[in-house]
């Protein structure tokens, strides 16, 4: 086995983690910022200017320092505003 099957190998492992780990936030009743960034693919940046604006239902701040997010509430947040095509 040369390199760079080798290389080729550790690609697919670590596309086959990402899938695992994609699966398992999906499965998570809350998410923190990190995860929620993940998640919807948005960077932290981006979530945090929304957070700032309350346009992110289902935020929560219960210790005063981290926010974590309801998956639920925030499923709904990504499927809102939907576009209807024009024909």
Same mark, same amino acid.
């Given at each position: 086995?040369?390199?760079?099957? /080798?290389?080729?190998? +550790?690609? $697919?492992?670590?596309?086959? *983690?990402? !899938? /695992?780990?994609?699966?398992?936030? #999906?499965? !998570? %009743?809350?998410?923190?910022?990190? $995860?929620?960034?993940? @998640?919807?693919? &948005? #960077?932290?940046? =981006?979530? @945090?200017? *929304?957070?700032?604006? @309350?346009? +992110? %239902?289902?935020? @929560? !701040?219960?210790?005063?320092?981290?926010? &974590? =997010?309801?998956?639920?509430? /925030?499923?709904?947040?990504?499927?809102?505003?939907?576009?209807?095509?024009?024909?």
């Amino acid at each position: 086995m040369d390199n760079t099957e /080798i290389l080729y190998q +550790i690609k $697919e492992v670590k596309e086959s *983690q990402q !899938k /695992i780990e994609t699966l398992l936030l #999906s499965s !998570k %009743p809350a998410l923190n910022l990190n $995860e929620l960034s993940e @998640y919807t693919g &948005f #960077s932290k940046s =981006f979530l @945090y200017k *929304q957070l700032m604006g @309350y346009k +992110i %239902p289902g935020a @929560y !701040k219960p210790t005063g320092k981290q926010w &974590f =997010f309801d998956r639920k509430e /925030i499923d709904q947040w990504l499927l809102s505003n939907k576009l209807e095509a024009t024909v």
